[in-house]
């Protein structure tokens, strides 16, 4: 990366000397470049520099290094930076993965419950018509209890009259008992008066 750097900035040196007018100009120059961050400039202007003055080339290379660390310590963080963003990259491929795996429950799961739905829908209106259908029972029920209540009422008066029938004559059979006892009564008194009583023979001592 330097040596492309070096021959780019090299071919330009020669066109950057004729707008220099000495040495201290063109260091300022590169120091200026150096505190904006471009370091390609500044590195253009040091090299013009030197090509100025020749006896200062330590000092300009001095300048020339710290400009290339600053540039490796920025390809570094570069690095590291596109590291950290390709983990992040990863991380969000799995989160995206995982995302879509959600997305397929979820549309399973608004499957299931539009399936659940079609039955509730279903079985509600199952529930309606069973509503329905006692309802009309109940009006039904309410037409038949009157003559139901009639039929109950003449079937109590029935079984009173029987009752009534049967303890009359129940009755009517024990007066006529009664009637029998006293006409077998005075004939039993009379038989009684004619008859004897009837002496058992004594019994003879041995």
Do not use: H
């Amino acid at each position: 990366m330097k040596k492309k750097i070096l021959t780019l900035i090299l071919l330009t040196v020669s066109l950057v000397m004729f707008s220099q007018s000495n040495y201290n100009e063109a260091i300022q120059q590169g120091d200026d470049a150096v505190s904006k961050g471009k370091y390609t400039t500044a590195i253009r202007k040091y090299l013009v520099a030197r090509a100025f003055d020749e006896s200062k080339r330590a000092d300009v290379q001095v300048k020339l290094e710290t400009v290339y660390s600053i540039i490796d310590d920025a390809l570094i963080e570069l690095e590291e930076t596109k590291k950290e963003l390709n983990e992040k990259k990863t991380a969000l491929e799995k989160k995206d993965s995982v995302l879509k795996e959600k997305e397929r429950e979820l549309g399973d799961t608004n499957n299931k419950l539009s399936e659940v739905t079609a039955e509730k829908v279903r079985l509600d209106g199952i529930l309606s018509e069973l509503e329905k259908s006692k309802s009309r029972k109940k009006e039904d029920e309410k037409k038949v209890n009157p003559d139901l209540k009639e039929c109950i009422d003449k079937l109590t008066k029935m079984t009173e009259d029987r009752d009534k029938w049967q303890t009359d004559f129940e009755n009517l059979q024990k007066e006529k008992e009664k009637e029998k006892e006293k006409e077998c009564l005075p004939k039993n008194k009379e038989k009684g008066k004619t008859q004897k009583p009837v002496k058992e023979p004594k019994q003879k001592k041995e």
